[in-house]
């Protein structure tokens, strides 16, 4: 399959076993899959992307006032060309927010994660995205659910060890690219986590490499996508694989227009052990992780390779 499957949710309520049939044997097969009739309504992407264009549009020094160069871009601004891909030489041609899960001061995982901020200057701001991340994170468990039974495992398996994860939610803007620059709008990589769930997917540029061809996603304006990160791939032992993926500006057309996206990157709880699922091992698929890992180490290596750290 070289092109996206795309996967109506009012299945999962119908027939869950076919749904994750269905979704685990796309991303098994490209690495995405496209969900639509999603529980994310209209109205709420609309708003919020409306809302981060009115936040990209600030001006440079009202924007400045949320980024914070120690914290490697995990939360609030990061300005444009700092992220770079792994094992890149550019860095991406796109300024982001992040936001993250809101922990109690007292709470276990908060040495794992920093403290939110918002816009104080946009008086919508902080309950928009609050109600995005909420609504992101409730349909990411979902997904894993329908994952966990193409494992062949009980549908809840990942609920304890994803209730409190490190996730994001990073709102992006690809600027038009007035001059000649080198590197991509986003350069070749695969995600860290464990799912991701993606906003704006369906603009041009973005392309998925299979077989050593780069594939367009092309999908509906209304259809969130979904890809398997690195976490899950180690996770299945490659049974489902984390699919490289960039966001190019080959075309004038690309060029010359900005470009707005919405990921979410599902993340386990920080202290989930990384290792490989027994029934994905086999003589014909040896283990290729034999040595476990912490989510939180995996997270910080990655973050380093990346150059936010």
Known sequence: MDSIREINFDLWDKDPEKFAHLFGNSLKSIGFCGVTNHPITKDLVDDS?????EFFGQPTALKMKYFDKDIGGARGYTPYKIETPKDGEHADLKEFWQMGRDLPEQHPYKQFMFDNCFVSEMPEFKT???RLFREFDRF???LMQAI??????DSHYFDGFIDQGNSVL????YPPIIAKELGDRSGPHGDINLITLLIGGHKPGLEILKNNKWIPAE?????ILCN???????????QLPSAIHRVTSDSDEIKNTSRYSIPFFLHPNPDWVIETLASCIDEENP???????LSDDFLQQRLYEIKLL
């Open 49 to 53: 992307i409306a809302l981060f264009k």
């Open 170 to 173: 990073r709102a992006i803007h």
């Open 140 to 142: 990411g468990k979902q």
């Open 219 to 223: 999908t509906g304006q209304e259809t």
């Open 287 to 293: 283990n290729l992780y034999t040595e476990s890992i």
């Open 228 to 238: 398997v990160g690195d976490m899950l791939e180690r996770f299945t032992n490659n």
């Open 148 to 153: 966990s039974i193409h494992l062949s495992l």
């Open 128 to 130: 928009k995205i609050q």
